[in-house]
């Protein structure tokens, strides 16, 4: 088995090249004056920082932190009881109904987009089929309800891994030691199901929190989140204008970053090789 | 209460909340299906059935080169990527416990790093490494997202292996490399295939990292899209009728994996 | 004189800074059956290994045949192994995973079905061949190991543990199975366990190990009648230990008293261990006895009673087949051949 190590080498080379590296390179950027494309001198600043300062870049953190935390709250409140209710079922069917939930996920999330904005615009083509006129395009409302059903399926699927995992022995002893029914749910099955939730939450608050189509869609642009503010930074002033924004840019992916690491870290405390990831 | 009314009550408001889970995330699907027979090309309003975009989808060249290039990219991407991810967990699961939990720390960055940073960090790399954006960045970008998905199915199934398989094949004659190939590949199989599974549809639907990486020429089905709803003039409702021929094929899929292993249960059972 | 296969001299082996292995010399001769005993951890399994060439030694030699193999892999050696929990290959079925190493070495296709046919007859396993073998029992696996090392005609058999995971039952009957293999096949086994039972029953050749050394080499009735130290005779059956000092050739003092014994060639008033076996102690009428105490427990094992009987403080082990009450006062007595006495302990 030692002499297996060697294969892990290539991998270490491998994550360097596309983890280590960038990850210093937008440290850097994030704390000089250094221009990515021109070169030249630079010197070491915090003057970044004052894009948190920015009246768009507050609106945005202060948008994406309420609708993520909603969403991932949400997905959390209705996920929990689907999975608890999925890992109930005979396990065939239970299985079945988790991966017709994630099936969804295959379809092109762009085009999901497209089918709520249908579904929020009055008098349109989903009027016709369903009677329904939904008036919320452009709400936030919309983008909440669009983010709950985009995200649901990655909360429910690792909870449902660890629920489905769990040794019924457990709930019977518990009863057997005289808890009643709010017993054995808060001091057995929440506790034991807390990595799956963890790592439900991280699949859902990062990409909520950093999601740049569906805000810009749903929401006709009024409502920007972070991930329009690094899609505008890095993608779209870079292409005409200053090296500023590049670094900009890349303090605010940092920050992420370092949120999402944390969070990771947070999570391997229950499960440290992350397999409830997937 | 009853324990028996009780547990009614539980299953009944479990049932609702699956019902609203299935609603919430069904009806997109739902509504793509039904643009995808929606006689009309803006779709403001249901103008009747019709299949014309299933035909445009084969015989209009519209949407042929993001469509091959996705196919192309997610074939090459999965195939690469289990290679390597299948060699990658032998390697980390054969470490010492706190080298391999530390690995498995950052095998999973990418899992939860937001994509758009993943996407940011790549394009850095590209730059500096000088790389043209286009179909070999985008390929690279796939392989390296792909990774750690295989890894991380392929890792549980190794740790349920017998420790001394591998040595046993060495014993029994086989080289080193053989005896990865013939006593540990064969018994995480289907590890392999399913990270393999996930390595091609994170590949296969991916917007925001081939958006990053593939500067202005190359397109995906994705990015193809991004453009033509940001300007509406090109855009084709055969985009929901190849979103519907996916969906169907992966419901399809299922049933199939589903009652093939029915099958075996069955065999086994006599 | 049989002829030597295999030597080890001077093996050193650490892990991680941790010594498994110092000064390590070993010869294991040809058809012998040897076994490496000693409590987990004591380095054996690493000796296994070593001479099947899945690990290297830090300082030392391992010659086969004469030969030195230190930088040989495994698949160019002339040795199988036996692994513990059997490694079996799970997507193979019973007759795949013995033809193994046939196919690996590209022996031709009739005479892999001859040989392996012929092999699963030897291991009690003919027609199990398309079995999966997941469908086997623990025992049944543990055949099919076997069978799948020996089809090699291997000049050396490792087998780690290879019963540990039998009931007892079973491994009683695999220990006579397995000597009586090793009796047909003219193979030299080399054989790792703990339990010092089995090291006995099946053994011509018992090494016993501690903390990376070999504290003992003989046949079994070697280390068993005539323990080396405190360690081995404790290791290898029940034993009452007893500090004591050697007076004189043929006298040894222990607990207070003198007794004649068999052993010689120690210095005047050495200090010595005394070991006397449970089974050796009889029952004299405490008038005419040197050792006189109380019953303290009783506990019947089967063949014999356990009896505790404290003597001065002091806990004496007897087993025997006659009956005492607790709290009787009983007179020991022991033959003076069945007195042995060893040199202190310097590790203990």
């Not at chain 1, 909520?208 to 690094?230: E, K, M, Q, W």
């Not at chain 2, 070999?136 to 990774?147: E, M, N, R």
């Not at chain 3, 396993?125 to 090392?149: D, H, M, N, W």
Request: with cysteine; aromatic share 10%; charged share 20%.
């Amino acid at each position: 088995m030692r002499r297996l190590r060697r294969y892990a080498i290539p991998f270490v080379a491998w994550m360097a090249v596309f983890i280590v590296v960038p990850t210093l390179i937008l440290l850097f950027l994030s704390f000089s004056d250094y221009s990515l494309y021109d070169g030249g001198p630079f010197a070491f600043t915090f003057a970044r920082f004052e894009i948190f300062a920015a009246p768009l870049v507050l609106t945005a953190i202060g948008n994406s932190v309420a609708l993520a935390g909603a969403t991932t709250a949400a997905c959390f409140l209705i996920g929990y009881p689907v999975a608890l209710y999925l890992s109930h079922l005979p396990e065939k069917t239970g299985k079945i109904l988790m991966s017709l939930l994630i099936v969804p996920l295959w379809s092109n999330m762009l085009l999901r987009i497209v089918a709520w904005e249908k579904v929020f615009t009055p008098d349109s083509f989903f009027t016709d089929l369903t009677g329904l006129s939904i008036d919320l395009l452009g709400s936030k409302t919309a983008i909440l309800v669009g983010m709950v059903a985009m995200y649901l399926p990655f909360m429910v699927f690792p909870i449902y891994s660890v629920l489905e995992k769990l040794d019924r022995g457990l709930v019977e002893a518990a009863r057997d030691l005289g808890a009643d029914d709010a017993q054995v749910f808060l001091r057995v099955i929440f506790p034991l199901s807390a990595g799956g939730v963890l790592s439900g939450v991280i699949m859902t608050l990062l990409p909520a929190l950093t999601s740049f189509v569906l805000p810009a869609r749903l929401g006709l642009g009024r409502v920007p989140l972070i991930g329009n503010v690094i899609e505008s930074k890095l993608m779209k002033e870079v292409l005409g204008s200053s090296g500023r924004s590049i670094n900009e840019g890349a303090l605010v992916s940092l920050s992420l970053m370092v949120l999402s690491i944390v969070l990771y870290i947070l999570a391997t405390r229950f499960d440290r090789e992350g397999e409830t990831l997937l | 209460m009853t324990a028996r009314t009780r547990k009614r009550l539980y299953q009944t408001v479990g049932a609702c909340f699956t019902a609203a889970a299935f609603l919430s995330v069904y009806t997109p699907i739902a509504v793509i299906l039904a643009l995808s027979v929606n006689d009309s090309l803006k779709a403001y309003a249901w103008e009747g059935f019709t299949l014309r975009w299933y035909a445009d989808l084969f015989a209009t060249d519209v949407m042929h080169d993001p469509i091959m290039n996705t196919l192309l990219v997610a074939i090459l991407a999965t195939l690469i990527a289990t290679v390597l991810g299948t060699f990658f967990a032998i390697g980390i699961h054969a470490l010492d416990k706190t080298r391999r939990t530390r690995m498995m720390v950052l095998n999973n960055v990418p899992v939860v790093n937001p994509e758009i940073v993943t996407g940011i960090s790549l394009l850095i790399v590209f730059s500096l490494l000088g790389f043209t954006l286009g179909f070999h960045t985008v390929l690279i970008a796939h392989v390296f997202f792909g990774v750690p998905y295989v890894v991380l199915s392929v890792m549980p199934r190794l740790k349920k292996l017998d420790p001394n398989l591998y040595e046993a094949a060495l014993d029994l004659g086989c080289t080193r490399f053989s005896a990865v190939l013939r006593a540990i590949v064969p018994n995480v199989a289907t590890g392999i295939l399913a990270g393999a599974l996930m390595a091609f549809t994170m590949s296969i639907d991916d917007f925001v990292i081939t958006y990053f990486t593939s500067g202005s020429e190359y397109m995906n089905v994705s990015t193809w899209l991004y453009a033509a709803i940001g300007r509406s003039r090109s855009f084709t409702p055969a985009a929901y009728a190849y979103n519907a021929i996916i969906f169907l094929f992966t419901i399809a899929a299922i049933i199939f994996i589903n009652s093939r292993k029915e099958k075996k249960e069955r065999e086994v059972r006599r | 004189m049989a002829k030597t296969l295999i030597t080890l001299s001077g093996i050193e082996k650490s892990f991680d800074g941790v010594k498994v292995l110092s000064d390590f010399n070993l010869s294991i001769d040809e058809n012998e059956f040897i076994t490496l005993l000693g409590p987990s951890g004591c380095g054996k399994t690493t000796c296994l290994r070593i001479i099947g060439g899945f690990e290297t030694p830090d300082a030392g030699t391992v010659a086969i045949d004469g030969r030195i193999v230190n930088d040989l892999e495994p698949n160019q050696r002339q040795i199988n192994t036996c692994f513990q929990r059997y490694a079996l290959f799970p997507h193979l079925d019973v007759f795949e995973n013995v033809a193994f190493g046939l196919r690996i070495r590209k022996v031709e296709k009739a005479e892999i079905v001859r040989r392996v046919e012929e092999t699963l007859r030897l291991v009690k396993l003919e027609g199990y061949g398309p079995r999966a073998v997941s469908t086997l029992s623990g025992g049944q696996q543990q055949r099919v190991a076997i069978a799948r090392a020996i089809v090699n005609r291997p000049k050396v058999l490792l087998l780690d543990e290879p019963l540990g995971a039998l009931d007892l039952k079973l491994r009683q009957e695999m220990q006579y199975e397995l000597k009586e293999m090793q009796r047909t096949l003219g193979i030299t086994f080399v054989y790792v366990t703990h339990d010092q039972e089995e090291a006995l029953t099946m053994s011509d050749k018992i090494v016993v190990m501690n903390q990376g050394r070999i504290l003992q080499v003989g046949t079994p009735e070697d280390v068993y009648n005539e323990p080396k130290n405190r360690f081995v005779a404790n290791f290898i059956g029940e034993s009452n230990i007893f500090e004591g000092v050697m007076r004189e050739d043929y006298l040894v003092s222990f607990c207070g008293r003198e007794f004649k014994c068999v052993d010689r060639g120690f210095a005047a008033d050495e200090p010595v261990d005394v070991v006397i076996r449970p089974e050796d102690f009889d029952f004299v009428p405490p008038s005419k006895a040197k050792i006189v105490g109380v019953v303290d427990s009783l506990v019947f094992r089967g063949v014999h009673y356990e009896i505790n009987v404290i003597v001065e403080g002091r806990e004496y082990t007897i087993h025997t087949t006659k009956t005492r009450s607790i709290g009787d006062r009983v007179g020991l007595a022991v033959d003076p051949s069945l007195i042995h006495v060893m040199k202190r302990d310097v590790h203990a």
